[in-house]
């Protein structure tokens, strides 16, 4: 069974910063792609970074606020988001392509979400 488990969402005041972590367990053989999606009221669920191998790509919307960042030891991707804006207030999903042991093939796993609100 994996799981991804994630970490480290609130509410922050505009401009301030927030960390998201998540971590990758289980029977895991491999994991090729992880980033993180985020959903706000109303609206549907968008990309806002991903990280393969030594590649990233950013939503336009984030880009030079927002860092991906991945530990492959540990099975771990970290959004560093700065700069925030109110617009940016959502539940942000960890997502990761995983082939897990005994598998031939990689999944999409998802985490639970966690709550961002950028509020004054």
């Known amino acids: 069974q994996v799981q991804l488990v994630e970490s480290g969402g609130g509410l922050v005041q505009p401009g301030g910063s927030l960390r998201l972590s998540c971590a990758a367990s289980?029977?895991?053989?491999?994991?090729?792609?992880m980033g993180w999606y985020r959903q706000a009221p109303g609206k549907q669920r968008e990309l806002v970074a991903y990280?393969?191998?030594?590649?990233?790509n950013y939503a336009d919307s984030v880009k030079g606020r927002f860092t991906i960042s991945r530990d492959n030891a540990k099975n771990t991707v970290s959004l560093q988001m700065n700069s925030l804006k109110p617009e940016d207030t959502a539940v942000y999903y960890c997502?990761?392509?995983?082939?897990?042991?005994?598998?031939?093939?990689?999944?999409?796993?998802w985490g639970q979400g966690t709550q961002v609100t950028v509020s004054s």
């Open positions: 997502n990761a392509y995983i082939r897990a042991s005994g598998s031939n093939y990689n999944k999409d796993y």
């Open positions: 289980g029977s895991i053989f491999s994991i090729n792609l």
């Open positions: 990280i393969s191998g030594g590649n990233t």
